[in-house]
């Protein structure tokens, strides 16, 4: 078998774009590719696929999912064959074998450390916001000194590390939290004697998110002045967290960056969040660290567009360049912006509007190789040798850029603002461009020559023809996937690992139907909160479902829908429980692919027509989204799908009166003509509750 954690570097390694592209010419239609589907012929597009939620759709025939269900379905292979193949696309290592005890235990720890996390953030979040303490320290930097607004506040799960020494360490014991992974997460450190105390005590606390929400690391930052104690504490190195392959703020960036289809690239946390608060939310930030390749490859999910955002330490610019050149051989398209001297992206949000701050992006950014030129040129000034070590530098950077056609402008824009060659240019460009192949060829070989000294000491042999590849994927959070591949039934051939099927199209508005759509809120907004009832309990949208549907001992009729309905029933008191990333991640490839299918809309707004004040013939555009009308949208689906229900109940009382009719059972036709009166008299309450709607579609 393939371990989860190798599925999990797969899984975040693949971008269903760029999979999909190698089959199907795609073109940018708002923040998803639309084209041809390849599974059936048709001359308009109708094959969606949405980077951001890592799903495809057609909307014609219907097929669609992830992209493992992708490949399983273009080249026809089991789920374990189309992950080796995206391993192989992204030259990612398997290995397969059974877990031993040990790794048991250690996927055990990792989920288990998550956990941890989870509480920390919470305790943290309340220390700030329900404490003396919390309230006159660091809630009071945070508004005052830092000028943000609450809503921002909780929106980063900003907090507060008290100043005892273990009160932190003391609460998680106390909650049965194990001793030695609050050691491994980092947020406790082993004294003498074996006591605990906390890593961030007296700090202000900054989360660390994966990109699908996870907390797997926190920053702290001192208040008070010390010459001894560091400004900023993080989390170290864990079996969850590697500090090259996470980026600040990413969760909350994603949808915004596939919407602007542009990522403004920052260095330190309030950066992030003073942007967000301006209304610039696009924005991440590599925490301080040189940008990885792990990282850039993150960015890449999402856009190809970075715009890198410096303020004016000119030391501190030079040290960033090799970042930047990171980002030039992975195929971005760089811009870079230069604040104003004494300003950084936090100083400026704070100062300024959302549209001074993008006027002022817009009108002084620039492309990265005329920023870098023009940094160097002011200290090389005249002199030969200092030119030619610009030259050189700028030609090591033209040499990484992927695409011949940019590069070729790179070079004829370099040679006019040096006044250099052109074809002296392009020869070095080329000579490096070879020394990389080169050097890249020859790590290959060494890869190679490893795994089959590896195979050889293990006793097996690699497959014929297949090359091993080099773990190129950064550490990623462990993603479940399926452990057994399904097995489907196929016609006239007993059984096969195929992929998962939808369910058939079923007959305009048939049972089905109404099922699917109260099953779409469940995945889609399932966690959301609804409403708050007057003694201040929260009913999210699946607590109201759950109990609108037992009320009546409704539950949903195909097998699919009802395991999902009851799963999410399950976690309905988990408050880290996300449906749609739940479902989207199922192990069951049934599951996961109907969960596309739900998530997956056609057009991503409705435009709503409302009458404007009392002109019933005046009217004006006004767009409403879906998840703004979830308080009177569910309620009608329910009350639609009881009502079907009711509907067919009364279409059956009926067939069975003619029948004991047929039959001379007058007893029977007695039961079920008071059966059937019974429901007309249910029917009529249920007509006159929906006939009371106010229609606004």
Known sequence: MI????????????????????????????????????????????????????????????????????????????????????????????????????????????????????????????????????????????????????????????????????????????????????????????????????????????????????????????????????????????????????????????????????????????????????????????????????????IHRFTENVTVLYDGDAAGIKASLRGINLLLEEGLNIKVVLLPEGEDPDSYAQSHSSSEFMDYIKQNETDFIRFKTAILLKDCGNDPLSRASLIQDLVESIALIPNEIIRSEYIKECSRSLDTREDMLLKEVNKRRWKQAERNRQQRDLQQRYQDYRLQQTGQAAPAGQAAQPDMAPPSEEVPFPTEAPQLARPGNGTADTPPQLPPKQAANSMHDYEKNLLRMIVRYGERSLFTEEDGHTVSVLEYIMEELQIDQVTFSDPCYRKMYEEACQHISDPNFVAERYFLQHQDSQVSLTAAELVTDRYELSKIYLPEDNDSMSFRKKVKREEDMLGELIPHLIEDWKYKILKDKIKEAMQQIKQAQRSGDNQAVMKWMTTYRDLRETEKVFAKALGERIISL
């Not at 989920?111 to 309230?135: C, K, Q, W, Y």
């Not at 809503?151 to 900003?158: E, M």
């Open 3 to 298: 371990d989860s954690q190798t599925i999990s570097k797969i899984m975040s390694a693949a971008r269903i774009e760029e999979v999909i592209g190698d089959f199907v010419s795609l073109r940018k239609r708002g923040a998803n590719y639309v084209g041809l589907c390849p599974f059936h012929d048709e001359k308009t597009p109708s094959f969606s696929v949405s980077p951001s939620k890592g799903i495809c759709k057609c909307f014609s025939c219907g097929k669609g999912g992830n992209v493992v269900h992708f490949i399983m379905e273009h080249e026809q292979l089991s789920y374990y064959e189309a992950l080796k193949w995206l391993a192989k696309k992204y030259h990612i290592e398997v290995v397969e074998k059974e877990l031993s005890p040990e790794e048991q235990q250690r996927r055990n720890d990792r989920e288990s450390m998550f956990i941890i996390n989870e509480f920390a953030r919470d305790f943290f979040v309340d220390t700030l916001h329900n404490t003396p303490e919390g309230r006159s320290v660091g809630l009071r930097y945070f508004q005052q000194e830092r000028g943000l607004r609450d809503d921002i506040i909780r929106q980063f799960q900003l907090g507060f590390s008290p100043e005892k020494r273990d009160e932190l360490s003391l609460n998680a014991l106390r909650k049965g939290y194990s001793k030695d992974l609050l050691v491994k997460t980092g947020l406790s450190v082993l004294g003498e004697g074996g006591s605990l105390y906390d890593r961030y005590r007296e700090r202000v606390i900054f989360p660390v998110h994966t990109v699908s929400g996870k907390v797997v690391a926190f920053g702290g930052r001192i208040l008070k002045k010390s010459d001894k104690l560091a400004k900023y504490v993080n989390s170290p190195e864990s079996e969850i967290y590697s500090k090259s392959a996470e980026l600040y703020g990413l969760y909350f960036a994603k949808q915004a960056i596939v919407k602007m289809d542009r990522c403004f690239l920052v260095e330190g946390y309030l950066d992030v969040i003073s942007m967000h608060q301006a209304g610039i939310c696009n924005v991440v930030a590599s925490s301080g660290t040189s940008l990885t390749h792990g990282q850039i490859r993150l």
